[in-house]
């Protein structure tokens, strides 16, 4: 998927009321205001309110739901017949601004100060999870190279110490 890609489907849901944060890589580059390697996906976050007209809005640009064995209500994956996906992370804000993810008693959410984020994609202002936050949502699973440069160059910019986890790998 590329930046364009990335841009217009922002702009367009933008322009149908439908808010959107950028996770994942492109969040990262978001945050770098730079791509910094070629992505296969868009991870977005997405409230709950949006998603069945976000749904329609993708069938009509050609998206479908795919990996249907590992789906769940609060995370699908659509994909278009050029080989893009975009991994949905679906949230309930709560009265505190935080993001439920999942069913509440999970305790799994995007606190308040992660979907505050801001950044740019191919000039583009785009809200994405703050850089402390995709710090930390790179943690506490088995780390892949790509993992370590995006976490190395968000720490990089933003003076955040780098986890342990990381500097036991460098």
């Known amino acids: 998927m590329n930046a364009q ?20 890589g492109w969040g ?9 390697r070629p992505h296969k996906d868009l991870d977005i976050v997405i409230q709950q ?3 069945d007209r ?6 009509e640009e050609g998206y479908a739901e795919i990996k249907l064995a590992i789906a769940r209500p609060h995370n699908f994956v659509l994909g278009d ?24 008693e999970n305790g799994e959410m995007y606190p308040a100060a992660a979907l505050t ?9 785009v809200r994405c999870v703050s850089p402390e936050w995709t710090v930390k949502f790179h943690r506490g699973y088995e780390l892949k190279e790509k993992d370590f440069k995006d976490v190395s160059a ?17």
């Open 5 to 24: 890609e990335v841009i217009s489907l922002y702009k367009n849901l933008q322009q149908s009321g439908i808010v959107i944060w950028i996770d994942g």
């Open 28 to 36: 990262v580059d978001a945050l770098l205001e730079r791509q910094s």
């Open 49 to 51: 309110k949006h998603v």
């Open 54 to 59: 976000f749904r329609e809005l993708m069938s």
């Open 81 to 104: 017949n050029k080989g893009d996906e975009i991994d949905v992370h679906v949230i309930v804000i709560d009265d505190q601004g935080n993001g439920i993810y999942g069913p509440r």
């Open 117 to 125: 984020g801001r950044g740019r994609i191919s000039n583009q202002a």
């Open 154 to 170: 968000v720490c990089e910019k933003f003076g955040i110490p780098l986890p342990e986890q990381y500097r036991r790998v460098k």
